[in-house]
């Protein structure tokens, strides 16, 4: 067998282990949102293999990018369990997203077409009439795939990635912000960088991600702040 052969081998079964580990990652992040795996749960790495139909190395890995995204931790000599939700935490995923969506918006305008801007500005409308109809859970997953695809659009690859470290603790539901001034958030952005104001757009970006962190921080002062994930 030549060296060739065996390199083609090694290659295979690191990409079938790396669509494994992907494919468990993401379903134990769907289960944690869905509530399946409630916050201070503990995630055994021999139970999940078998679930999963997998190697414990397998499992091993995908925990350790749960953590690194912030729904799980690792508790010395005790083992691996999902996080809970907390709030200084939250409010850290809050500055983050700020630095990182406001450069994100800055650099959609050297990249989006009209289409896609037209696209997001009809996804705005639909946040308002969604939060209007007090459907806050649908209203939060559509207000995180907008400002996904922002990210997505800026065509930045490191944005993107940095992106999954603190997107799920960055989104949750949150109550207390008026729709109509968050959709008029949104289409000043969307505006911005269709005018070809880079400089706005990152200013605007960065000044509707405060707001969102000063309603959670009013919330908390008040006693009222119940977070919840966004699915």
């Known amino acids: 067998m030549g060296a060739t052969t065996i390199q083609t081998k ?35 790495q021999q139970d999940l293999a078998k679930k999963f139909h997998v190697s414990q190395a397998v499992v091993r890995e995908a925990l350790l990018e749960l953590q690194v995204c912030g729904l799980a931790e690792a508790i010395d000599n005790r083992g691996v369990f999902v996080s809970k939700l907390d709030t200084p935490k939250l409010l850290e995923s809050y500055d983050v997203r700020e630095v990182h969506e406001g450069l994100a ?80 958030e949104h289409l000043a952005i969307l505006q911005a960088i269709e005018d070809n104001r880079p400089a706005e757009a990152e200013k605007l970006m960065r000044a509707h991600i405060r707001a969102g962190r000063k309603a959670v921080e009013k919330q908390i002062r008040s006693g009222k702040f119940v977070p919840k994930w966004v699915r």
């Open 10 to 44: 090694r290659d295979r079964g690191r990409s079938k282990r790396l669509v494994a580990r992907h494919g468990v990652r993401e379903r134990l992040k769907q289960m944690i949102l869905e509530g399946q795996h409630k916050p201070g749960s503990k995630l055994i």
């Open 105 to 184: 918006a800055r650099v959609c305008v050297e990249r989006m077409t009209r289409a896609q801007i037209r696209a997001l500005k009809d996804t705005a409308d639909r946040i308002y009439a969604l939060g209007q109809a007090g459907k806050l859970q649908q209203m939060a997953s559509l207000d995180r795939e907008l400002h996904r695809q922002l990210l997505q659009h800026s065509g930045n690859s490191m944005l993107m990635r940095l992106a999954e470290n603190y997107w799920v603790l960055g989104k949750v539901i949150r109550v207390g912000r008026n729709s109509q001034t968050v959709r008029k």
